[in-house]
């Protein structure tokens, strides 16, 4: 059964599984706002070194660097140039303060050296209809939200955020081939369940959760959408989790995000 409990950056369904029975009747699909909230929130209804250990690390999607149309730049070196000249008047949307796409557009400022004003919102939609309109200019974006108004126009696709292109978008460069600077951001999603479940209990989510992600149909199903399938070991997926965890800390650090 799948128990959906938005809100909180999912906070609210990680302390459902703290609080669930160490049993791996209840498991929890984390993602990066997991680990940024532990480094932006002071009080947290769990703790998310010790109520938690890593299943799989199941799926991800690159970021895309869009633009609204009315700002008349196609391209990434565009961009920057605009942004040298005018990036004190530009402003970018993201999913709100500490969001994973807020905290990469201020690496990526970093990255290219260019100044941009944060416009924070409190959801996908309203920041993607935002730029599209013009009101904001800018936001890296979710290759899988961003990519019907790619296709349609509405937004300008400038690089994608990322080692390699994408087979959705072929054509699309990736932000080093087209700004010179290699640079990858994006959203992720794997399992935790709660700590104290028995081993066994766990290599066999490890196992069915991994044969579920090598299947064709879900491998395609997902690539539609622009999202690439893992499959890890637990150890694999802890260790990709620590290497996010740093990466995070230094975003916020160059942004001085807070939460209150």
């Known amino acids: 059964m799948l128990d959906h409990r938005p809100g909180g950056g999912t906070t609210i369904g990680a302390a459902a599984v703290a609080q669930a029975p160490a049993d791996g009747h209840t498991i929890f699909m984390n993602a990066s706002s997991f680990l940024i909230n532990a480094q932006l929130m002071a009080k947290l209804p769990y703790d998310p070194d010790k109520d938690f250990v890593p299943i799989t690390f199941a799926a991800s999607n690159p ?8 700002l ?3 391209t990434v070196e565009g961009f920057l140039a605009l942004a040298e000249k005018k990036g004190g008047e530009l402003s970018y949307a993201s999913f709100g303060i500490g969001s994973s796409n807020h905290l990469a557009f201020e690496m990526l400022k970093s990255t290219y050296a260019f100044k941009m004003i944060h416009v924070p919102y409190k959801g996908t939609q309203q ?3 935002d730029v599209m309109a013009g009101q904001v200019q800018a936001m890296l974006a979710d290759l899988p939200a961003a990519g019907p108004h790619i296709r349609s126009g509405k937004l300008v696709a400038l690089g994608l955020a990322a080692k390699r292109r994408s087979p959705t978008f072929p054509d699309l460069p990736t932000l080093g081939e087209a700004g010179g600077k290699a640079f990858s951001s994006g959203s992720w999603f794997g399992f935790l369940a709660r700590t104290g479940t028995p081993v066994e209990v766990l290599g066999t ?8 992600l090598a299947s064709p149909d879900i491998k395609a199903r997902l690539a539609e959408r622009g999202m690439e399938t893992h499959g890890t070991s637990s150890d694999e997926f802890a260790a990709f989790m620590k290497e996010q965890s740093a990466r995070f800390a230094e975003a916020i650090r160059i942004s001085g995000a807070r939460i209150e």
Do not use: D, F, Q, Y
Not at 205 to 212: D, G, H, M, S, T
């Open 63 to 70: 970021h895309v660097l869009v633009v609204s149309p009315t």
């Open 72 to 74: 008349g730049v196609n």
């Open 127 to 129: 920041a993607m209809a």
């Open 205 to 212: 989510l490890n196992r069915e959760i991994n044969k579920a």
